[in-house]
């Protein structure tokens, strides 16, 4: 290259430096096939799971979970829904090993909520979950505040929201229908996880390492404790009990089962009020 034609090389490269503030690291040129939109809304999936502590996920056998995502700042609900699907593979949840950052519950399509944002910048948000929300009287409640980054998906399980607590069922006596005095009944009950999985003895949910017992109540005093014991053919915990005299509880009694795993945090309560009438009359020869 001749002289004159170096110098005119240096020139131009000079008057390239002088026009960028950034000089060689300046912005990313439009023609650039991933241009710096910083002013322009990203869309941002977001990934949300609900599951029962200990268990399973949430899914529409216990009638899912109602998910609610806010701007922390604004408090502008940005989505809402019902986290929908199964439970998920019990074999996968709740027996294979595995490393700290692998899935646990987004296997063979387990349930959850996604929803995508548009976010134009770092968003606060707090994410709450209420379920189970086929079963009002066991309903819980949980959430987490955590930051959202414009572009930035979230994968894998996503946002895991964990419930505590039992589903606790009496099954037998009926509820609404009143005692009869003196009776000798049967309490039946059904234990279950928040996410539906059944209590058992020597199950993933061992009933052994829960306290659960009946009570009879009587306004708010608790007049017996009864021990409840595992019936495989019904898959139900029973204990029977005689029905007091009206006169000893005018205003009915309340039956409730308490489940209580203070290692697992998992507490639940299943109440049911009844009538008691008077003994049955004697029977008429006729």
Not at 16 to 26: E, K, W
Not at 145 to 170: A, C, F, H, K, M
Not at 194 to 206: E, Y
Request: aromatic share 6%; proline share 8%; charged share 20%.
């Amino acid at each position: 290259m001749t002289p004159s034609g170096k110098t005119l090389v240096l020139v131009l490269l000079s008057l390239f430096l002088c026009s960028s503030p950034h000089g060689l690291a300046g912005p990313i040129g439009l023609d650039s096939p991933h241009p710096l939109r910083q002013n322009e809304a990203q869309p941002t999936r977001v990934i949300v799971r609900v599951v029962s502590h200990g268990s399973m996920v949430l899914g529409r056998e216990v009638g899912g979970a109602r998910i609610t995502i806010t701007d922390v700042a604004s408090g502008e609900v940005l989505a809402t829904g019902i986290q929908q699907g199964e439970a998920g593979d019990q074999n996968q949840i709740m027996r294979t090993p595995r490393m700290m950052d692998e899935p646990q519950y987004s296997t063979r399509a387990s349930a959850s909520f996604t929803t995508t944002l548009g976010l134009r910048k770092p968003t606060l948000v707090e994410i709450t979950a209420e379920g189970p929300l086929a079963y009002p009287t066991a309903l819980q409640k949980a959430s987490k505040t955590l930051w959202l980054i414009p572009g930035e998906d979230l994968s894998n399980d996503g946002i895991v929201l964990r419930l505590y607590g039992y589903l606790v069922q009496i099954e037998q006596p009926k509820p609404g229908k009143p005692l009869i005095a003196k009776d000798d009944v049967t309490l039946r009950v059904s234990i279950r996880t928040l996410s539906g999985s059944l209590v058992r003895p020597h199950g993933d949910w061992d009933s052994r390492k829960i306290h659960m017992y009946g009570e009879i109540m009587i306004g708010n005093r608790a007049i017996e404790r009864l021990q409840l014991f595992y019936d495989e053919g019904s898959r139900t915990f029973q204990a029977p009990f005689f029905v007091p005299l009206p006169q000893d509880a005018p205003d009915g009694i309340t039956l409730r089962v308490i489940a209580a795993d203070p290692a697992g945090g998992n507490f639940g309560i299943g109440q049911e009020p009844f009538a008691v009438l008077n003994e049955r009359p004697p029977s008429r020869n006729h």
